[in-house]
T-cell receptor, first 112, second 116 residues
């Protein structure tokens, strides 16, 4: 069964700094998703990565996928306080059911 | 186009009572997923349903939990004889799953169950 691991679990960073969140998964996953969750809120879809080598960018966030290494990264450039949230990656398990398996999440706290 | 609608948003139950959580998928979506999130944890898959069918319930506890998605009306997640360990946020998600759909799930705001 697919297992998804994220690191770090907690990340405290200062505004203006860069950092990367890593997402490793255990078996083949054709697609990789990144979601953002604010406290007490639902999950907001950030990126859907569909193929090996896919790179997507939105504002200060950039996500990439390496299916051979079973690794996805979420890179944060020049962090701002508004990016403080929990970020989850998720892989697909069982193609017919499209079931998402989530990582444990990375709590990002951007200090002003 | 309204998103995924869940209600109630907050529900308090005493041990032994029943909890019913409702989910209306996005317009045009016929695939519904339920996930549970314990405090400070990730989301755990519970069940996947299509209209009138349970497709995958591998994440559902063997007892007390059931789910349905009738031909008409919302999907229902039902928890009988709740215990304190059932306290969690329950998220519903829907997807389109047609043609070149990316399989992306769209999540509702969640229902937060507290068992006293």
């Amino acid at each position: 069964e697919l297992k998804v691991e994220q690191n770090p679990l907690f990340l405290s960073m200062q505004e203006g700094k860069n950092y990367t969140i890593y997402c490793n998964y255990s078996t083949t996953s054709d697609r990789l998703y990144w979601y953002r969750q604010d406290p007490g809120k639902s999950l907001e879809s950030l990126f859907v990565l569909l193929s090996n080598g896919a790179v997507k960018q939105e504002g200060r966030l950039m996500a990439s996928l390496d299916t051979k290494a079973r690794l996805s990264t979420l890179h944060i450039t020049a962090a701002v306080h508004d990016l403080s949230a929990t970020y989850f990656c998720a892989g697909i398990y069982g193609g017919a059911t499209n079931k998402l398996i989530f990582g444990t999440g990375t709590l990002l706290a951007v200090q002003p | 186009n309204a998103g995924v609608m869940q209600n109630p948003r907050h529900l308090v139950r005493r041990r032994g009572q029943e909890a019913r959580l409702r989910c209306s998928p996005m317009k045009g979506h016929s695939h519904v997923y339920w996930y549970r999130q314990l405090p400070e944890e990730g989301l755990k898959f519970m069940v996947y349903l299509q209209k009138e069918n349970i497709i995958d319930e591998s994440g559902m506890p063997k007892e007390r939990f059931s789910a349905e998605f009738p031909k008409e009306g919302p999907s229902i997640l039902r928890i009988q004889q709740v215990v304190r360990g059932d306290s969690a946020a329950y998220f519903c998600a829907s997807s389109l799953r047609q043609g070149r759909d990316t399989g992306e799930l769209f999540f509702g705001e969640g229902s937060r169950l507290t068992v006293l």
